[in-house]
Every structure is written in structure tokens, then in C-alpha cells.
């Protein structure tokens, strides 16, 4: 029997394999090994790597996949690299509306416990609490005001409903109720009279719906010196809106107007309208604006 020296497929070493086994092999297109290690090295899908963490690069072996950028020898030294490239957010911290303790989390409440207490409060001591903040603000609480608001939903179905139970009269449309500020300003809704008995409040002068250039079918809810100062109460809630919005925020570029916008979150639960509208300075003298230095 004829034999000849050919490489392995593998590691490439010389070996001695009979003629008719390596015309077989040649012409049914198989590899030849000279071993059944290096077979068994051959037909794995493992291939040799080294550690793409730039402390580490160990050498080692794995499988790989079309997408594979990079590559990692442990979970430990992935986490350690994308950590570095991706930080992880800094957690919210927030107000239980129960206890009004400060903790980090994206619930309403600190705790079950606090959770419990708020939704578990009976319809007299809710119509109190109603009652008391109009007394306190003179006007009726908006319902991502009120602490308990799931507690007040389960006792009288929906809001309007504790509204009435309290003794006063909803407004249930957005906007279809008018406001008078404290100015003699009308307001198309209670989150512009807040803003408007700010400015009211600090004498600072201003001008209601006053018509965007180019556009007169859009008007902006304050004008404050050279400022346009927009209160968005229905964004990401209609398609619309978001359009129009968009419009005057356009507008307002082209004709390089300094515009301010504010949102629901810049009036409750919390007052933030000092630190909005922080630009916005009255003298003292004559009662008009000037940039903040």
C-alpha cells in the first residue's frame, strides 16, 4: 500500500496517510486531520480570542457570531468596560405624597405601608382636605395635586365627583372654563391665572394673547418685555397641540424670539415658576424687565 506525507487541516504538521484513503478524502471535498485531537479542534466552532477589556487581554476560546464587535473572556470584564461607556442613571428622588419623606424610586409612596394609608382614607376626611386647600388657596385643588387622588377615586368614582361632595363645581372640559386673574386678566385656563397672578404678584408688566408674526391665527399666552412666555398645559396629550407647538416654537426661531416654555411640572405639585422664569427680572423702580446679568 502506497502512502504519502500530506498537512493536517489543522495544525498544519506533515503526515503519512495511504494514497487511496487521500483520494477519498480529496474528492468528496473532506478535511484530514492527524489526530483525532486536532479533528475534534477542527470541527469546533470555538475560535481563538483575546479579551477586548484593556486590562485584562486573556487570551481564550469561544464562539463567535456575525454581530460580535467585541468580545469579552467573563461577564466581569464586559460589565466593567460598557459601565464605563454607559453609566447608569442617577436615581430620581422624590416626595412620598403620604409621609413627605424624600426617597429614590419611581413610585408615588416610600413604602406599602404609606401606600395603604393614603388610598385608605375615608370620604369625610377627603372632602376636609378639599375643603381646606380652597380655604388655603382659594380655589379647588387639581387632582395631581391632591395627595390621595387613587383614595378619592376609589370613594367617589372619579374627581368631579369629590369636587361636588366638597361643594363645589367641577370644571371638567380643558379650557371651558374662563379665569379671571387678579389683574382683571381673562385666562383660558387655572394654570395660566397661577402664572398670571405671579407676575401680578411682582409687578411685573405683561400682555395676554398677543398674535405671533407671520401667523396671526396663533397667539402667545404672555408677553413680558422682550420675552414670549408659553404655558404648553396639553403637550404629549393631542397630536395636535404638539403641532402647534412645534409651530410657534418654529416661528419663534425664525424670528429669533426669546421664548420660554411651561409645563404642567413647572406649576404642580410644586410652584417652580421662580426658577422658570429666573431670566426675568422687574426693577425696582420702574416695574419693568430686564435680562437677568
Known sequence: MNYRFICCSYCKEPFSRSVGQINETNRFGWRQF?????????????????????????????KIFKN??????????????????????????????NCNEYFKTNQKYCSLTCKHKAQSLNKEYIVKEIKSFFKKTG?????REFYSYSAARNHFTNWSNAIKAAGF????????????????????????????????????????????????KLTVDFLIGDYWVEFFGLYKQH?????????????????KIALIGIYPKDLFPINKLDKVLARIQPTHS????????
Open 139 to 143: 380655589r379647588i385643588p387639581l387632582k
Open 169 to 216: 363645581e367641577p370644571n371638567t372640559v380643558t379650557f371651558a372654563k374662563k379665569w379671571i386673574a387678579n389683574d382683571g386678566h381673562e385666562c383660558d385656563s387655572l394654570s395660566e391665572k397661577i402664572i398670571d397672578d405671579w407676575l401680578y404678584a411682582r409687578a411685573v408688566e405683561h400682555k395676554r394673547s398677543v398674535v405671533y408674526p407671520s401667523n396671526h
Open 239 to 255: 397630536k395636535r397641540y404638539d403641532r402647534l407647538r412645534k409651530e410657534k416654537l418654529k416661528i419663534a426661531k425664525a424670528n
Open 286 to 293: 420702574t416695574g419693568k424687565l430686564h435680562p437677568e446679568s
Open 68 to 97: 460580535t464587535i467585541e468580545t469579552y473572556c467573563s461577564r466581569s470584564c464586559a460589565a466593567s468596560v460598557n459601565n464605563s461607556k454607559f453609566p447608569k442613571k442617577r436615581a430620581i428622588i422624590k416626595k412620598c405624597l
Open 34 to 62: 492527524c489526530s483525532k485531537e486536532c479533528q475534534s479542534s477542527g470541527k469546533s466552532r470555538k475560535k481563538n480570542l483575546q479579551c477586548s477589556n484593556p486590562r485584562c487581554r486573556r487570551n481564550f476560546k469561544r
